[in-house]
């Protein structure tokens, strides 16, 4: 069973820093590309970054690049999200999906919650 | 970008009745396009991908069709369980983008 745990949200001021962690499971990680969609509060779904399978090449939303950075560890199945000055508009449930580099996501993580506030 | 826009925003059916969504690309897509159903509390699920390919797990009454810029969901007789909302979007061009989503509700 493919399962997708994520962690590392919390509530943080404007300006500060968190590193998202998604430990993957029930399939090889190695082979597969990987997303971080973000859903805040009452709104649509958002893309905001994905890595291919080997981790060579990465993508981001405007919005936040040059602020987070994608990366993963395929001998430790774990995806990441670094996140780096916050903004309160990037309060939100960050979700990480299996895929994304050529057709949708196929799995995702129950997601956990990002609230930027000072 | 490419704007991916849904229609209607609310969509309010009957148990058994027929739903249809749309999903309209500001550029052509060709038929990288993919449906997410999402219900309250949950994660998306991944329900049509490549404009048309039913994802695992879900029944034959949903259906999709479209390329270019012009798509279409159709749900042949709506079940309890399919009253969520949905989101479409477009895997052709960076960045990836999603439509607003289209509720739909139990009339």
């Known amino acids: 069973e493919v399962q997708l745990l994520a962690s590392g949200g919390g509530v943080v001021q404007p300006g500060g820093s968190l590193r998202l962690s998604c430990a993957a499971s029930g399939f090889t990680f190695g082979n597969y590309a990987m997303s971080w969609v973000r859903q805040a509060p009452g709104m649509g779904l958002e893309w905001v970054s994905t890595?291919?399978?080997?981790?060579?090449?990465?993508n981001y939303a405007d919005a936040v690049r040059g602020r987070f950075i994608i990366s993963r560890d395929n001998s430790q199945n774990t995806l990441y999200l670094q996140m780096n000055t916050l903004r309160a508009e990037d309060t939100a449930l960050y979700y990480c999906?299996?895929?994304?580099?050529?057709?949708?996501?196929?799995?995702w993580g129950q997601g956990t919650l990002v609230s930027v506030s000072s | 970008e490419i704007v991916m826009t849904q229609s209607p925003a609310t969509l309010s059916v009957s148990p058994g009745e027929r739903a249809t969504l749309s999903c309209r690309a500001s550029?052509?897509?060709?038929?990288?396009l993919a449906w997410f159903q999402q219900r309250p509390g949950q994660p998306p699920r991944l329900l049509i991908y490549d404009a048309s390919t039913r994802a695992t797990g879900f029944p034959a009454r949903f259906s999709a069709s479209g390329s270019g810029t012009e798509f279409t969901l159709t749900i042949s007789s709506l079940q309890s369980e399919d009253f969520a909302v949905y989101y479409c979007?477009?895997?052709?061009?960076?960045?990836?983008?999603f439509g607003q989503g289209t509720k739909v509700e139990i009339k």
């Open positions: 890595i291919t399978s080997t981790g060579s090449v990465t």
């Open positions: 979007q477009q895997y052709n061009d960076w960045p990836r983008t």
């Open positions: 999906a299996r895929g994304g580099w050529k057709r949708g996501s196929d799995y």
């Open positions: 550029q052509s897509v060709a038929s990288n």
